[in-house]
């Protein structure tokens, strides 16, 4: 009992500290890729796509980028929400991510939500979650073939 309750407390901390992350990054009032960093990685595909090597933009990273960032949120709300509401994800991932953009329509005047955003959150989100379900289920049916070995191994005793 106590491990489960330390993980959980491990879990939530590590939840919180990723959701300050987040926010941090999608509620401040700098457009992401306008800075130094926005303008290197311009340069950087700009300097591929002259070659021939790829007409990857900006906004294709942005949408893959908003993937991966939203992944961790899945999977740490997946290890908090009991097996049974696993569905509560389907709901809590879409909603947050409506929430940033709602927020950002309100009070950031030089952001733009947008649809796309939403997709791609939600989307990174999902991975996470359905990552993090698959594999409590499989963790689970483990341990219950491990249960029923020990105890075929008990009544043979």
Do not use: C
Request: hydrophobic share 50%.
């Amino acid at each position: 009992m106590r491990a489960s309750r330390f993980r959980r407390r491990l879990v939530s901390a590590a939840l919180a500290i990723y959701v300050v992350f987040v926010l941090l990054i999608t509620l401040t009032p700098q457009m992401p890729g306008t800075g130094l960093v926005g303008r290197i990685v311009d340069r950087f595909l700009y300097e591929l796509e002259l070659r021939g090597i790829t007409s990857i933009q900006f906004l294709d990273i942005e949408f893959f980028g908003n993937i991966l960032m939203f992944v961790p949120l899945g999977v740490f709300s997946a290890l908090l929400i009991p097996r049974k509401a696993w569905w509560t994800l389907l709901l809590l991932g879409t909603a947050f991510s409506g929430l940033i953009e709602l927020s950002q329509a309100a009070f950031l005047p030089s952001r733009y939500p947008e649809v796309r955003d939403l997709v791609s959150n939600t989307t990174g989100f999902l991975i996470g979650a359905a990552a993090s379900v698959t594999l409590r289920l499989i963790v689970s049916h483990r341990d219950s073939l491990v249960e029923l070995d020990r105890r075929a191994a008990e009544q043979r005793r």
